[in-house]
């Protein structure tokens, strides 16, 4: 398992941008799918964005494909996530995951992943 942090999170106006970044411990950081989920009040955890341990895959959810864009520097164990004309409803709290084995893509769900960070908070206002 890795540790993981986030930061970069914040209060913004629809149409700004803002970068997260999630920062691992440990070693092997590119042996490690990373991938950026997000979760509003009363709602289910939902994919934002996942990365391959060397970083020639990714994916997107539908409600941010064309805004968000995912990173990683495996020099600086760190996973970014470029978010672009931000919306009231990506307000979320967006959390970085890691996963150790097959990368699943767009298919991956919250319990392919077994280290969490404790999430950074995003709001959007109107």
């Known amino acids: 398992q890795v540790q993981l942090e986030e930061s970069g999170g914040g209060l913004v106006q629809a149409g700004d941008s803002l970068t997260l970044s999630c920062t691992a411990s440990g070693r092997t950081f590119d042996t490690y799918a990373m991938g950026w989920f997000r979760q509003a009040p009363g709602k289910e955890r939902e994919l934002v964005s996942t990365?391959?341990?060397?970083?020639?895959?990714?994916s997107y959810g539908d409600s941010v494909k064309g805004r968000f864009t995912i990173s990683r520097d495996n020099a600086k164990n760190t996973v970014y996530l470029q978010m672009n004309n931000l919306i009231p409803e990506d307000t979320a709290v967006y959390y970085c995951?890691?996963?150790?084995?097959?990368?699943?893509?767009?298919?991956?769900?919250?319990?392919?992943?077994?280290?969490w960070g404790q999430g950074t908070q995003v709001t959007v206002s109107s």
């Open positions: 990365i391959s341990g060397k970083g020639g895959s990714y």
């Open positions: 995951a890691a996963r150790r084995g097959i990368y699943r893509g767009r298919h991956s769900t919250p319990t392919d992943f077994g280290s």
